[in-house]
Structures are given as C-alpha cells and as structure tokens.
C-alpha cells in the first residue's frame, strides 16, 4: 500500500522520508513483539499445541523468529525502492539473500543439521538489511539516526517485554497456564512502554497517517 505514496511524493524529499520513516516504525512496532513473544513463549505453544515431540524445533522456531523481524524490516524499504523507479534493488536484495543462503546451507548443514539451515536462512539478512537501509537514505536523505530512532522505541519496547518473562518463565512449569500468562504480561508491558514512550495520541495518528496517504 505504501508503493503509491512513494510514486506519487518521489519529487518532495521530506515528505517521502517522514512516510517512509512512519512506514518502518509501523512495521517494527508489530513484527518486534511477535519476535519477543515466540522467544518468551515459543517452548509453551509448541508442546500446548503440537506436543512434547515437536519440542526440539523449538531453537529452530526462535531462530525464524529472527528471520522474521529482519526480513520484515527489509521488505518495507521495497514501496520506496519501487516508487522511486528502482525495480532492480528488491530484485537484488532478493538474490543476493538466495544466494548467501544457498552457500551456507550445505557446510551449516554437515555441522549444525536442520539447524545449520535455519542459520543459513538467517545469517545473509543483516548485511542485506544494512545495505537496504543505506540506499534507502540515499534516495529520502536524513541521517543515520533518524532511521535507529525509528526502530528504538520498538526494538526498547519488545526486549524489556521479553526481559520481564524470563524470571516467571524460569518458575513454571512449561503449560498452557505459563504461555496465557507470559503472552498477557509481556503484551502487557509491550503495549505499556509503546505507548509511555510514543504517547497513545502518537500511536493513533500514525496509524491514521499510513492509512490516508496510501489511499
């Protein structure tokens, strides 16, 4: 929904960068929790839900997790990347993550097993996510530090969420009571801190701004 927004502004710099810079804050505020939560809660969904047996893919389930938020966090410089008439940067992110990946795979795999895979998933995306934020700059300006703001309310948010499980998680036993009550209170504090830190009217009109100028 962003591609639109960026055709249409490619020729008014700051405008782009604010959307863009909302943009990547939207994205962050809901992928960080959902990493937080699978770490805090992974262990509990899996034996709730799957059963004991499926309980060793949990590391591999954390380990997507990551994936996840940084594969997120790349894919909302893709609208800009495209609005700006730059077709060939997506396509090259993309091959260069399906590339790295492919090469790992296999010695990750001797050593590691499904593991060694799951790494070779993971470990080519914070290059290509560095590279993305480095042309992303490039074409809406702005420092470096506008873009690390963008993600640290998130980022703070969802790591003192997933801080304030552990002692409980640590206490209990893994159930379907322990997962109710990691997932409440660490959504809890998520949601907390978010809007402590950002202000619950900041929170609404960011939300209403994405919407409206990607009509």
């Not at 202000?199 to 209403?208: F, S």
Request: proline content about 6%; overall charge positive; hydrophobic content about 60%.
């Amino acid at each position: 929904v962003a591609f639109p927004l960026y055709a249409r502004l490619q020729h008014e710099q700051d405008r782009v960068r604010r959307a863009f810079l909302e943009l990547l804050q939207g994205t962050a505020l809901l992928v960080f929790p959902l990493c937080a939560m699978i770490f805090l809660a992974g262990e509990d969904f899996t034996r709730v839900f799957l059963g004991d047996k499926w309980a060793p893919l949990v590391p591999i389930l954390e380990l997507l997790a990551l994936f996840n938020v940084l594969r997120a966090v790349t894919l909302a410089t893709h609208p800009l990347f495209l609005g700006a008439g730059r077709a060939a940067l997506p396509a090259g992110l993309f091959l260069f993550e399906f590339l790295g990946m492919v090469l790992l795979a296999f010695p990750l795999a001797r050593v590691w097993g499904v593991m060694g895979v799951a790494w070779a998933a993971v470990l080519p995306l914070p290059f290509s996510l560095g590279w993305a934020m480095a042309r992303a700059r490039g074409l809406v300006g702005g420092t470096p530090g506008e873009f690390y703001r963008a993600l640290a309310v998130p980022g703070v948010a969802a790591g003192c969420a997933l801080l304030s499980g552990l002692p409980l998680k640590h206490e209990l036993a893994p159930s379907g009571a322990r997962l109710a009550v990691l997932l409440l209170g660490a959504g809890a504090v998520y949601l907390a801190l978010v809007l402590g830190l950002l202000g619950r009217e900041y929170v609404r009109n960011l939300w209403d701004r994405i919407r409206q100028e990607a009509k």
